[in-house]
């Protein structure tokens, strides 16, 4: 092979088949793309044992993209039910899926889902590295945290989290400026507790370098965690949260110099008005990186709709620069999602990406909206439906409250305004009260 990782390969000026498809998703010239992808712009995670992927790009600048999280837990251990999740979340147009499985056989799970499904597939191995090892935390070995990561590129994960910010430096700064909701993050939490225990490095910053090779070695593309996200908006913009991303900046660096593709996570839980100089300071530090954000939730008090508070925020901060959107659900907070809840948290996040898209001037993305007010101008239902986000929704809600006249709806009947200015416009008469 004459190429490692993707980013490699634009740098030497080889075209990929993955920048070929993504170029041609994207409305972008390859050569353009690629220059993007060697300047670490754009990432496109792919790892080379994923077979089945079909690959996506992430960048400001390309169509904003949203990650949809899934897997067991010890109340919730249905690997079934898991994969109803995965099969619905890639129809709905998620680009890619996280498998944050904590229970079980996580390595059965992930191998189908690296054999089968071709959204991009991410991981959190320091989650995995409790499970596998069935031992208490602190007995968790440096070499052992190791392994796993190479697991998880053996498997063919195609990006994964480390929380690799959050070294003693940044846990001492952290327990000198007290927050009020600590650490949110459940990989940072492991990853401070084992820190505290055993009194040592965070072995992934310590053993930085070895991961970088795995991730090389595999074209795994490094999401680098922020432990220190803020999980409540008292805690925004905080010591602990740019001390990391500090980190994360230099971190970025350092990956890029061996050629592996970064992403960088983000907030969180923020107030509206820090959103955009939030985009801004993280896209300087971290020279233009693909920031992923977890959210971010603009309010911490509804719990329920908590898709909706993390859709406010995900558009906002897409539309600063932000290129990659963690889905959230409205059972965010309160439990492990079920089926409907994945698909609300999905329509709420496409919705906040698209918008996004519109505000940035994403090639092509308004295209879709022009089109829908088109079908909705000459009242064509049956367009209007095919448009919608949810045709689904969009017939169930219709056919629940038929109109007299088919062609307005119960909104407004004779009052419909596009039906009467279509007929006045054509020279017809317009008398509502007798029609
Ligand atoms: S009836 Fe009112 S809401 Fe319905 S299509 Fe016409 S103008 Fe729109």
């Known amino acids: 092979m004459e190429y490692t990782t993707q980013m490699d390969a634009a740098r030497k000026g ?26 670490g712009r754009v990432a496109i995670p792919a790892n080379k044992n994923h077979c089945c992927l079909d690959p996506n790009g992430i960048g400001s600048m ?11 837990s010890r109340d919730c251990r249905d690997l079934d039910m898991e994969l109803d999740k995965v099969n619905n979340a890639v ?85 000198e400026n007290k927050r009020l909701m600590n650490i949110v993050s459940r990989g940072g939490s492991i ?3 084992w820190m505290e225990m055993t009194g040592k490095e965070n072995p992934f910053y310590e053993h930085y370098d070895r991961i970088l090779d795995i991730c090389r070695k595999y074209d795994v593309t490094i999401s680098l965690g922020d432990a220190c996200r803020p ?31 970064v992403i960088v996570e983000g907030p969180g839980h923020m107030p509206l008005n820090q959103i955009e100089a939030n985009m801004k300071i993280q896209q300087t530090i971290c020279k233009g990186a693909p920031f992923y954000v977890l959210g971010p939730l603009v309010t911490d008090i509804a719990p329920g709709y908590d898709h909706i508070t993390a859709a406010i925020g995900g558009a906002v901060a897409a539309s600063c620069g932000a290129s990659f959107l963690c889905y959230v659900t409205p059972a965010e907070h309160l439990r492990l999602p079920d089926l409907n809840d994945v698909k609300e948290g999905i329509i709420a996040s496409k919705i906040a990406a698209h918008a996004a ?21 000459k009242l064509d239902w049956e367009k209007t439906f095919e448009l919608s986000i949810d045709p689904e929704k969009a017939r169930t809600y219709r056919a629940a409250a038929k109109p007299e006249k088919e062609d307005t709806c119960s909104m407004c009947g004779n009052f419909c305004a596009v039906k ?3 007929r006045i416009l054509d020279g017809e008469i317009v008398s509502i009260f007798d029609e």
Not at 62 to 72: E, F
Not at 251 to 257: C, N, Q, S, V
């Open 231 to 261: 999980g409540c908006i008292d805690d925004a913009t905080d010591i602990s949260q740019i001390e990391e991303l500090v980190t994360l900046g230099e971190l970025t660096r350092r990956a890029w110099e061996k050629d592996v593709q």
């Open 191 to 193: 990853i401070f507790a």
């Open 91 to 175: 129809k709905m147009g998620a680009e890619s899926i996280m498998d944050l499985s904590s229970w079980g056989d996580t390595q059965k799970f992930r191998r189908k889902l690296t054999a089968e499904c071709p959204a991009i597939i991410g991981t959190v191995p320091i989650y995995d590295a409790v499970v596998y090892y069935h031992k208490a935390l602190k007995d968790i070995t440096t070499e052992e945290w190791l392994k796993i990561v190479e697991m998880h590129a053996q498997d063919g994960v195609d990006f994964m989290t480390i929380h690799v910010g959050i070294n003693r430096r940044t846990a001492d700064r952290f327990k």
């Open 62 to 72: 390309l169509r904003t993209k949203i990650n949809v999280n899934l897997g067991t």
């Open 14 to 39: 080889i075209v990929t088949k993955e920048m070929k498809k993504v170029a041609e998703k994207e409305q972008f010239d390859v050569k353009e793309l690629m220059a993007l992808v060697a300047e």
């Open 420 to 422: 009467n200015m279509n």
């Open 357 to 377: 898209d519109i505000a940035k001037g994403i090639r092509g993305a308004a295209d879709w909206d022009r089109r829908m007010s088109e079908a909705r101008k």
